[in-house]
């Protein structure tokens, strides 16, 4: 990368192709409605405990329950997104998923909860491996940051409409026939995805070489990089999809609907923050020809100041700059968001970022078995968040350090050429 001549960053902004657009667009959709449908629980856990007489302890279990499933599904997702055509294996999660939050509605009792959890979790696993082998198998380096945005964008706003509307219809129309419209809803997602997925066998170097397998991914020191830093990434985020509307409800008092404009304004900003920082990467690319500097700028340092404003939500006493200073801490974890799946991506190579993908997103979905187990072990012990919050910080904190010192260059691993499909 280094050795490009000084005009190849003017050569390579072209305008992102309206198909490609179009594309981008309803994979974040589908990602939107993969995080209303995973937070979906978290939503509705205030009044859902008591109405089935809930513990803390079982609440815990539930909401981390679909990581189970979703993490260990994650490796072998990724394999089957990099052997067979990755877009029917996206429609199918989406059909899975959605019976599963349908079926959520319906269904009375801890035990079957947790199998509609488990349900949610298989058919989610593949969303994440096959949006990364799409943009790959697509997408030029240099628009990857902005389809990368887009799908974050997804995922956060997910939240910020489930927490705003789903906490205003939940007091409405109660719990179960919230879960029934989410589900039916995100079914309809497949009509557009049948109509502009992508066709054809995509970039040249697509085609180039065979895809790695785990055991030479494993062997890549960046690659460990990456599985920590998302582990420590999803560690904040799920702390904040899972237990944030609990908090403001049962902690600081909030009423349903305060706790949905609030947590809806948080991820709404989020949203925000990952379309403007994936521009914000495309743009310092594209000028420096440095993908390392840029990617790993903004992914170490945004989870840094994520990290310490997070903590202070806690501490600040006062509603109105504390929940300032949530919104900062989404913010600053939006700079990381996007980035720090393209750095994955370049890292890969188109032929190997589904497997890649995969291992990093079983790796970083772990955080969602623990964190929410943790905090409710803690709330049931403590009855507070303090340390819920500080062992939080303190985890995302290692991720930041993650991306700076134990991912290398950001620059296409040279894979062997003998490797099989």
């Known amino acids: 990368m280094s050795n490009a001549a000084p005009s190849a960053p003017k050569a390579r902004r072209p305008q992102l192709p309206s198909h490609l657009t179009r594309v981008a667009v309803v994979l974040s959709i589908s990602v939107l409605i993969n995080y209303i449908d995973r937070g979906t629980l978290s939503i509705a856990a205030p009044v859902l405990k008591d109405d089935l007489h809930l513990s803390p302890s079982q609440l815990g279990v539930l909401l981390s ?31 899975v998923w959605s019976a599963a939050t ?79 419209v989410v589900g039916v809803t995100s079914a309809l997602w497949l009509l557009p995805w049948l109509r502009w997925m992508p066709k054809g066998p995509g970039l040249d170097e697509t085609k180039a070489t065979n895809p790695a397998g785990i055991v030479e991914i494993l062997r890549q020191r960046s690659a460990w990089g990456t599985f920590a830093g998302l582990f420590c990434f999803n560690y904040l985020w799920y702390f904040l999809i899972t237990w944030l509307p609990f908090y403001l409800v049962r902690q600081r008092g909030f009423s349903l609907q305060t706790m949905s404009l609030v947590g809806g304004a948080a991820f709404f900003a989020l949203a925000i923050s990952v379309l403007t920082f994936g521009w914000v990467a495309d743009r310092w ?76 997103n079983f790796c970083g979905n772990l955080a969602g078995v623990v964190a929410p187990i943790v905090v409710g072990v803690i709330l049931q012990r403590t009855g507070e968040f303090f340390w819920a919050f500080a062992i939080t910080g303190g985890v995302t904190l290692l991720g930041a350090a993650s991306y700076l010192f134990l991912v290398g260059p950001v620059e296409p691993v040279q894979w062997r050429e003998s490797v099989p499909p």
Not at 139 to 162: C, K, Q, T, V
């Open 102 to 180: 349908l079926a959520t509605g319906l269904v009375h009792g801890f035990v079957l909860l947790l199998a509609a959890r488990l349900l949610l979790g298989i058919g989610e696993s593949v969303s994440y491996p096959s949006c990364n082998k799409i943009i790959a198998k697509h997408f030029l380096a240099s628009h990857r940051g902005r389809a990368n945005g887009l799908i974050s964008a997804g995922w956060a706003a997910g939240p910020a409409l489930g927490t705003l509307v789903g906490g205003l219809l939940i007091a409405r129309v109660g719990w179960r026939l919230f879960f029934v």
């Open 285 to 360: 690319i594209n000028a420096t020809n440095n993908p390392t500097s840029a990617l790993k700028t903004l992914c170490g340092g945004g989870l840094a100041l994520a990290s310490v404003s997070f903590v202070m939500v806690f501490l600040v006493v006062d509603h109105t700059p504390a929940m300032a200073i949530l919104i900062f801490s989404c913010i600053a974890l939006g700079m990381c968001a996007p980035n720090l799946w393209t750095m994955t991506q370049i890292l890969a190579g188109p032929q190997t970022t589904g497997r890649w993908a995969g291992l990093e």
């Open 65 to 95: 329950s679909f990581f189970w499933t979703y993490s260990a599904f994650q490796i072998l997702s990724g394999w089957l997104v990099d052997r067979f055509e990755v877009n029917w294996l996206l429609a199918i999660g989406v059909l």
